[in-house]
């Protein structure tokens, strides 16, 4: 997945990203795949991250 870093203080970092993802195996598909995410940097050296990642494969009906 390619990331870009959307919002990025010292304190903060917001991003979105983009990429492709493949299942192998049985399944055998390729996908589009997408994510966002946050990072607060609150006490040096700790932080919290958060992410969203949805990968779009084998949407048949």
């Known amino acids: 997945m390619a990331k870009y870093n959307r919002v990025r203080t010292e304190r903060f970092n917001a991003w979105w990203g983009l990429g492709t ?24 050296p700790l932080s919290v991250e958060s992410n969203f990642n949805q990968t779009l494969i084998n949407n048949n009906n």
């Open 21 to 44: 993802a493949y299942v192998d195996g049985d399944v055998n598909e390729l996908g589009f795949t997408y994510g966002l995410g946050a990072e607060l940097f609150f006490i040096k």
